[in-house]
């Protein structure tokens, strides 16, 4: 059984990427067809855990839903990517937008294509700052916001202009005095009713771009919950919006040419991770309802690493916490460290055995460099001493380097570049080389090493890939 479907554009996925612009293509009197691998999991459609479990007290509660149901290893698979073992994937409505913690850092120049003029982008994160609702203030504010805040300043010492500590910007505001964080949602419909030129069919597995010559025709999928039943989308334009790892899967399932840069140059942030109980100090000026905040050490030349401090998640058993000790009491400090952008690390597909989507199997080959270990030691010791200088080292200090993927922030495989020479599969607006109408909008295309929380960054570009569909530029 088949249903066939006509739009103007079709898009794989629903995440940052996607949202961003399917909104924005739609708003220009576009028919927009959005198809979701994973089911609707939160009303409205697309939107943040966080919106649904908003009060500051449901801090664990959300934990237990991100860890124990909604992230899962790449398509649906029951063990990990070879090699990068912590790469896990959200498959539902908003995908990987619906968990994040809205942390916006602001790109420093070093975090950006070399090849490209940095005045290029300012357009485009004043558009995403907009659409995102991003709060320069991190969310914090009271005694001990400020205090912490201070501290960590007086830590750090002087900055760069322009990269001195300071609040992180989050994508997140009050919304009838609740907790909202930016997700697909507010990319989608930005504020208003669901419009007819957006249609969100989750439960939809995207396995073949279609294609006649150098033009994409549409997409075909499946029923995730009846394999039998298919469904085609036939448009004047295609996007792939599936993820780090779903993206070039589809790509290489299909009748495509991507050239030999697909799956290459994959990359993300070593991730430092620790829980401190702050100091008595500051600890005495928490209020029992303190509200969420992050503070932003950031990535800057010479210390090509970003800190944050915040409090994360947990799951419901308080196993992170020392004995006595309140949820609220504590701080998460995390180290972003950039690592060597290389062709070797790699996913590898096997067109002849099929992931449980019916796409390519897909291994990996990961390793640091040498340099990416100075690094990431230079920047441990940073950690420690922010760690030390803000919080009691125990009970509670627990540093620790997560495995590959841990940082849930990878990018490349859809790398964008210059030119077509091999070493990128799209173009600057994310348009796929030799293709008229085939574009690649999320953390797939970000080709530069960098240390800041990519989404901000996703949304511009794919804000860039709508004015290129668009035909504004």
């Known amino acids: 059984m088949s249903t066939t479907i006509h739009a103007d554009v079709v898009?794989?996925?629903?995440?940052?990427?996607?949202?961003?612009?399917?909104?924005?293509?739609?708003?220009?009197?576009?028919?927009v067809v959005v198809l979701e691998a994973g089911a609707q999991r939160f009303s409205p459609l697309g939107t943040h855990v966080r919106n649904v479990y908003?009060?500051?007290?449901?801090?664990?509660?959300?934990?237990?839903?991100?860890?124990?149901?909604m992230l899962t290893y790449p398509s649906g698979e029951a063990e990990p990517v070879s090699q990068i073992r912590d790469l896990r994937v959200s498959h539902a409505t908003g995908g990987m937008f619906a968990l994040w913690m809205g942390n916006c850092p602001r790109?420093?120049?070093?975090?950006?294509?070399?090849?490209?003029?940095?005045?290029?982008?300012?357009?485009?994160?004043?558009?995403?700052?907009?659409?995102?609702?991003?709060?320069?203030?991190?969310?914090?504010?009271?005694?001990?916001?400020?205090?912490?805040?201070?501290?960590?300043?007086r830590t750090i010492g002087a900055r760069p202009q322009g990269r001195d500590v300071k609040p992180m910007p989050v994508a997140a505001r009050r919304v009838d005095g609740r907790f909202k964080i930016c997700a697909s949602d507010d990319?989608?419909?930005?504020?208003?009713?669901?419009?007819?030129?957006?249609?969100?069919?989750?439960?939809?597995?995207?396995?073949?771009?279609?294609?006649?010559?150098?033009?994409?025709?549409?997409?075909?999928?499946?029923?995730?919950?009846?394999?039998?039943?298919?469904?085609?989308?036939?448009?004047?334009?295609?996007?792939?919006?599936?993820?780090?790892?779903?993206?070039?899967?589809?790509?290489?399932?299909?009748?495509?040419?991507?050239?030999?840069?697909?799956?290459?140059?994959?990359?993300?942030?070593?991730?430092?991770?620790?829980?401190?109980t702050?100091?008595?100090e500051i600890r005495h000026l928490i209020r029992d309802d303190e509200p969420v905040y992050s503070i932003w050490v950031p990535f800057c030349e010479g210390k090509p690493w970003q800190n944050q401090l915040c409090r994360f998640t947990l799951s419901s058993d308080g196993g992170r916490l020392a004995p006595g000790i309140r949820e609220v009491d504590t701080s998460d400090i995390?180290?972003?460290?950039?690592?060597?952008?290389?062709?070797?690390?790699?996913?590898?597909f096997d067109p002849e055995r099929k992931d449980p989507f019916g796409l390519p199997y897909v291994s990996a080959q990961y390793a640091f460099t040498r340099a990416d270990r100075d690094r990431i030691g230079q920047a441990l010791a940073e950690h420690f001493v922010i760690a030390s200088d803000v919080g009691e080292m125990?009970?509670?200090?627990?540093?620790?380097?997560?495995?590959a993927g841990g940082s849930t922030h990878f990018m490349?495989?859809?790398?964008?570049?210059?030119?077509?020479?091999?070493?990128?599969?799209?173009?600057r607006f994310g348009k796929l080389w030799g293709y008229d109408n085939l574009y690649v909008a999320d953390n797939s295309v970000i080709e530069t090493s960098n240390a800041g929380n990519p989404t901000f960054m996703m949304v511009s570009q794919a804000l860039r890939t709508a004015d290129r569909i668009l035909g504004r530029i």
Not at 12 to 28: Q, T
Not at 121 to 149: C, K, V
Not at 394 to 403: I, M, N
Request: net charge negative.
């Open 11 to 31: 898009i794989a996925g629903s995440g940052a990427g996607a949202s961003a612009v399917g909104g924005e293509l739609a708003a220009a009197g576009l028919n």
């Open 412 to 427: 490349g495989s859809c790398r964008m570049g210059a030119a077509d020479d091999g070493t990128s599969v799209v173009d």
């Open 54 to 69: 908003s009060s500051e007290a449901d801090l664990s509660v959300v934990g237990d839903v991100i860890y124990g149901e």
């Open 394 to 403: 125990e009970p509670g200090w627990t540093p620790s380097l997560y495995a």
């Open 334 to 348: 995390f180290t972003f460290v950039a690592i060597d952008v290389r062709p070797e690390n790699r996913f590898v």
């Open 187 to 276: 990319l989608f419909f930005r504020d208003a009713p669901v419009p007819d030129t957006i249609t969100v069919m989750p439960d939809c597995i995207v396995q073949e771009v279609l294609s006649d010559g150098h033009r994409a025709t549409g997409l075909r999928a499946v029923d995730r919950t009846n394999r039998s039943e298919i469904i085609e989308v036939y448009a004047d334009t295609v996007v792939i919006a599936g993820g780090t790892v779903g993206s070039p899967k589809i790509l290489a399932a299909s009748a495509i040419e991507a050239g030999p840069a697909l799956g290459r140059y994959i990359h993300e942030h070593a991730c430092i991770g620790s829980r401190v």
């Open 278 to 280: 702050l100091k008595e």
């Open 107 to 153: 790109p420093d120049r070093g975090e950006l294509p070399a090849w490209m003029d940095a005045a290029d982008w300012e357009p485009y994160f004043a558009r995403a700052s907009s659409l995102m609702h991003i709060d320069l203030n991190g969310g914090g504010q009271g005694a001990m916001f400020e205090t912490l805040l201070d501290r960590v300043k």
